[in-house]
């Protein structure tokens, strides 16, 4: 790796610029477990390691910028939250955070089911031998081809997400001569955000049916009318990086409700109720996630109090976890290439990825946390904005960060918690190519993902 000087970084005098970070680590080199997979460390010279393997062993052999996945992270986080739910529950890992045939293979080997809402997804999860009867379809826009697929193919559940699609899945079961269990997804009037919850009457966004003004109580009416549908439950998420538990609460409260009415209207208890995903990861070390058993105490009692109240014998919860499982376990490596140092401000550190594979800060305003690994260093900290390589100022990958200043191009970056939302969200902006997956364990890395080529890119442009 080459070295090469460059003026020194600008000093964090007495006023820093304006950004979201507090005082700078007393070791740069420390590694806050929260944020990092597991099996990560840093070897005898600094360099980090992860399932056995160094990130400068993993930029020789796979390139940069790469997203590294901790394989052994990835199963114990999927085996601890089956083990919290047991088995009277169901955990239904979220296909759209992270989707490749080795992760349902493992998903399958852990004893999780799966969450998919397109075609591509299904045909993946299909494609490496998650059986049928434990996916779960989502979306707000199903296709009629897409549906036809589910179908045939033996899904365990649709969720309706829409009047036109209850009649619509009912039809195409009907014609496939099959009975359907479906879920009907409905919007309770909570929005959940990281460490705040709002609870509303009315719910102003794209998924799902309102509960308010009996919306929801009419489609079951006409679910429970309709032969090709087996209506098992419902359905209700209420958003995402979600820490504090009382928005589940209002939830449950309101979806156990519906479940009281349509006892009382239709004398059916429905016996299944999905409480969706959305559960928070410390992507920086201000975030405090709670441990899958915590939750899943949390969820069961809030469920079990109310329909004690209710009088209803307990349904069977499923969640719906995506980022929690796969998040953490992954980092994405990059080198960086030019370091630019703003008197004053702060120091621009290009890598050379950026918005192509990690759209989140650009979209959410996302906080990352990110680490020198090809090395250690004492040197003193610099106050610095990791950015892209893209032709778009918002290409920005960490927004505030400290870093040692005497960081140089060659050096290797590494942003922990990219395992969700990160490569599934990835485009071809500017053609650059989408890097690949490397999954590493026990002293061994294999690409599970391959990096894209110009050759891929130029096989779609048909000319
Ligand atoms: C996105 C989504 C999830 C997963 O959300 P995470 O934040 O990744 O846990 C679960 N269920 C539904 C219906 C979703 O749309």
Same mark, same amino acid.
């Given at each position: 790796?080459?070295?090469? @000087?460059?003026?020194?970084?600008?000093?964090?005098?007495?006023?820093?610029?304006?950004?979201?970070?507090? @005082?700078?680590?007393?070791?740069?080199?420390? !590694?806050?477990?929260?944020?990092?997979?597991?099996?990560?460390?840093?070897?005898?010279?600094?360099?980090?390691?992860?399932?056995?393997?160094?990130?400068?062993?993993?930029?020789?052999?796979?390139? =940069?910028?790469?997203?590294?996945?901790?394989?052994?992270?990835?199963?114990?986080?999927?085996?601890?939250?089956?083990?919290?739910? $047991?088995?009277?529950?169901?955990?239904?890992?979220?296909? +759209?955070?992270?989707?490749?045939?080795?992760?349902?293979?493992?998903?399958?080997?852990?004893?999780?089911?799966?969450?998919?809402?397109?075609?591509?997804?299904?045909? =993946?999860?299909?494609?490496? $031998?998650?059986?049928?009867?434990?996916?779960?379809?989502?979306?707000?826009?199903?296709?009629?081809?897409?549906?036809?697929?589910?179908?045939?193919?033996?899904?365990?559940?649709?969720?309706? /997400?829409?009047?036109?699609?209850?009649?619509?899945?009912?039809?195409?079961?009907?014609?496939?001569?099959?009975?359907?269990?479906?879920?009907?997804?409905?919007?309770?009037?909570?929005?959940?955000?990281?460490?705040?919850?709002?609870?509303?009457?009315?719910? /102003?966004? +794209?998924?799902?049916?309102?509960?308010?003004?009996?919306?929801?109580?009419?489609?079951?009416?006409?679910?429970?009318?309709?032969?090709?549908?087996?209506?098992?439950?419902?359905?209700?998420?209420?958003?995402?990086?979600?820490?504090?538990?009382?928005?589940?609460?209002?939830? @449950?409260?309101?979806?156990? $409700?519906? !479940?009281? /009415?349509?006892?009382?209207?239709?004398?059916?208890?429905?016996?299944?109720?999905? !409480?969706?995903?959305?559960?928070?990861?410390?992507? =920086?070390?201000?975030?405090?996630?709670?441990?899958?058993?915590?939750?899943?105490?949390?969820?069961?009692?809030?469920?079990?109090?109310?329909?004690?109240?209710?009088?209803?014998?307990?349904?069977?919860?499923?969640?719906?976890?995506?980022?929690?499982?796969?998040?953490? =376990?992954?980092?994405?490596?990059?080198?960086?290439? &030019?370091?630019?140092?703003?008197?004053?401000?702060?120091?621009?550190?290009?890598?050379?990825?950026?918005?192509?594979?990690?759209?989140?800060?650009?979209?959410?305003?996302?906080?990352?946390?990110?680490?020198?690994?090809?090395?250690?260093?004492?040197?003193?900290?610099?106050? *610095?904005?990791?950015?892209?390589?893209?032709?778009?100022?918002?290409?920005?990958?960490?927004?505030?960060?400290?870093?040692?200043?005497?960081?140089?191009?060659?050096? !290797?970056? *590494?942003?922990? @918690? &990219?395992?969700?939302?990160?490569?599934?969200?990835?485009?071809?902006?500017?053609?650059?190519?989408?890097?690949?997956?490397?999954?590493?364990?026990?002293?061994?890395?294999?690409?599970?993902?391959?990096?894209?080529?110009?050759?891929?890119?130029?096989?779609?442009?048909?000319?």
């Amino acid at each position: 790796m080459s070295r090469s @000087a460059h003026p020194a970084g600008p000093r964090h005098a007495d006023v820093l610029p304006e950004g979201h970070y507090s @005082a700078p680590p007393a070791d740069l080199n420390a !590694l806050d477990r929260k944020v990092w997979a597991q099996t990560v460390g840093r070897d005898g010279d600094g360099v980090l390691t992860v399932g056995g393997v160094s990130v400068t062993r993993l930029a020789e052999e796979f390139g =940069t910028p790469a997203y590294v996945l901790d394989e052994d992270d990835f199963r114990a986080r999927a085996r601890a939250w089956r083990t919290a739910f $047991g088995p009277d529950a169901d955990v239904f890992y979220a296909g +759209k955070a992270f989707l490749s045939r080795a992760v349902v293979r493992w998903l399958n080997e852990e004893g999780l089911n799966l969450d998919v809402c397109s075609g591509g997804e299904l045909a =993946t999860a299909l494609s490496a $031998g998650m059986p049928a009867e434990r996916i779960a379809f989502h979306g707000n826009n199903k296709s009629v081809e897409e549906i036809h697929r589910a179908v045939s193919a033996g899904v365990g559940r649709i969720v309706l /997400d829409s009047f036109q699609e209850i009649v619509r899945v009912a039809h195409i079961a009907q014609s496939l001569g099959r009975r359907q269990p479906v879920q009907i997804r409905i919007t309770v009037g909570v929005e959940a955000h990281t460490h705040e919850f709002i609870a509303t009457a009315h719910e /102003d966004q +794209k998924f799902g049916i309102p509960l308010a003004g009996g919306q929801a109580a009419e489609a079951v009416r006409r679910a429970l009318q309709l032969d090709g549908l087996e209506l098992i439950g419902i359905h209700s998420h209420i958003g995402s990086q979600i820490f504090d538990m009382s928005g589940f609460e209002v939830a @449950a409260h309101r979806v156990v $409700g519906l !479940l009281r /009415d349509v006892r009382d209207e239709h004398g059916v208890e429905l016996p299944e109720i999905d !409480l969706g995903g959305g559960l928070g990861i410390a992507y =920086t070390s201000d975030d405090d996630p709670r441990e899958p058993h915590e939750i899943a105490k949390a969820l069961t009692e809030i469920v079990t109090r109310e329909c004690e109240a209710a009088r209803l014998r307990t349904p069977r919860i499923s969640v719906e976890p995506g980022r929690a499982i796969v998040g953490p =376990t992954a980092f994405t490596l990059y080198e960086v290439g &030019t370091v630019k140092p703003l008197d004053g401000l702060r120091t621009y550190v290009s890598v050379d990825g950026g918005m192509s594979d990690n759209i989140r800060t650009a979209l959410y305003d996302a906080e990352y946390s990110v680490a020198l690994v090809s090395r250690a260093s004492d040197a003193e900290p610099m106050l *610095a904005r990791v950015v892209g390589k893209h032709c778009e100022s918002g290409d920005i990958v960490v927004k505030d960060a400290f870093l040692p200043s005497d960081l140089a191009p060659g050096d !290797l970056l *590494a942003v922990p @918690a &990219t395992g969700a939302y990160c490569r599934s969200m990835a485009s071809n902006y500017n053609h650059v190519l989408r890097p690949p997956v490397v999954a590493v364990r026990d002293g061994e890395a294999r690409v599970i993902v391959r990096r894209e080529t110009e050759e891929d890119l130029l096989r779609l442009d048909v000319g």
